[in-house]
């Protein structure tokens, strides 16, 4: 029969088993973190392409426009001038009265006129009486044919003398020089003039003539005997042609003077005004974008952003070849295009994208050749 444990034994051993089950324990967890595999993470979620409006067009013909500002002029501005001088006596026509070529406008006083006209009638009419005697002593040989030269002479000189009184009696009625308007009298009743001083003013505004400057880079654009389209300053349009392009640049703007013909036979454009002057140079392909699609790509480039055949993002330089009141025409895109209406700004080149159909403005598109610049 065996002892019993001692009792200072046991309570040796009771604290080693309780570090060694401690040691244990510690032993069996380390392991099973060790070995313990890493748990499975689920994949990352790739982004959707973004979703972005497009609007699908079609290019259209377009005129390209060479549009200028400048100014409408009467085709002719005659100064009538008097060719001789005098008071004048009366007028016989009206300020805005419209006149034909040859039509009298105004009178001066004859003052002496006529005298001196008479007395060198009078001097006519004896020299020829003169000359026919001297003729006949010719004949007779009572006078040399020197003689009957110096009477001749004489004759020419009388004759000369009277045509240059009845040319200033003529002269004292001043004519219009054009069909017009008598746009000013300067000279009233009254006033003296002298030979060469304005008396009035005459103009022709039909056909008008409206004068606008090309630049430099421009000028190889316009040609003799283009239509052209103008805008007057209150609203008013009319159609010209080209008839004068200076071949030669103003040397301070560098500028080239071209002047369109307006007929205006009914004188319903005034001239002296302002006017926009549209020139068509050529038809182009284009579309009609909204300014808001229009943006720069990282080289500064002006363009349009679209979707391509495989939903991704493509940008294209484009060149603006006219404005209209609801958007831009534009060249550089595809003939046909899905053109980025909302989210261009989000999106980058090669990116792809969820297109969404946008439904076309109503009265977006139209005749361009029928729109406003």
Not at 59 to 68: F, K, M
Not at 79 to 98: C, D, I, S, Y
Request: glycine share 8%; charged share 30%.
């Amino acid at each position: 029969m065996s002892e019993p444990t001692p009792a200072w034994w046991r309570r040796q051993m009771r604290p080693a088993a309780i570090v060694g089950i401690i040691l244990l324990a510690t032993a069996w967890v380390g392991s099973g973190v060790v070995t313990r595999e890493a748990p499975d993470l689920p994949p990352e979620t790739e982004r959707a392409p973004m979703a972005v409006a497009v609007l699908e067009q079609t290019a259209e013909p377009v005129e390209r426009l060479l549009t200028l500002q400048g100014r409408v002029d009467p085709d002719q501005r005659i100064a009538v001038r008097a060719e001789t001088a005098g008071q004048v006596a009366e007028w016989l026509v009206q300020r805005g009265a419209r006149v034909e070529v040859g039509e009298e406008l105004a009178r001066l006083r004859m003052d002496d006129r006529e005298a001196r006209e008479r007395q060198a009638s009078a001097r006519v009419r004896r020299q020829e009486s003169e000359v026919e005697a001297t003729r006949q002593l010719v004949e007779d040989g009572h006078a040399t044919r020197l003689e009957l030269a110096a009477a001749e002479a004489e004759l020419e000189a009388a004759r000369a003398e009277l045509e240059a009184v009845e040319l200033d009696i003529r002269n004292t009625r001043i004519r219009a020089p054009i069909d017009g308007m008598v746009n000013r009298r300067v000279a009233e009743r009254g006033d003296y003039v002298a030979v060469g001083e304005e008396v009035a003013e005459v103009v022709d505004n039909d056909p008008l003539l409206a004068v606008v400057h090309v630049p430099q880079h421009q000028i190889a654009r316009v040609e003799i005997g283009q239509t052209a389209r103008i805008c007057f300053l209150d609203g008013r349009r009319a159609e010209g042609e080209v008839r004068f392009a200076s071949a030669v640049a103003e040397p301070g703007t560098r500028t080239f003077r071209v002047e369109i013909e307006v007929p205006n036979p009914e004188g319903r454009f005034p001239a002296g005004i302002s006017a926009t002057v549209e020139i068509p140079t050529d038809e182009v392909s284009a579309h009609k974008v909204s300014p808001a699609v229009i943006g720069l790509d990282d080289s500064g480039r002006v363009g349009v952003k679209t979707v391509d055949d495989d939903d991704r993002v493509a940008f294209h330089p484009v060149e603006v070849v006219r404005t209209a009141p609801d958007g831009v025409w534009v060249t550089g895109l595809p003939e046909q295009a899905r053109i980025i209406t909302i989210g261009q700004g989000f999106v980058t080149q090669g990116e792809p994208v969820r297109p969404r159909a946008q439904e076309e403005p109503p009265g977006r598109r139209g005749d361009p050749s029928a729109e406003a610049p």
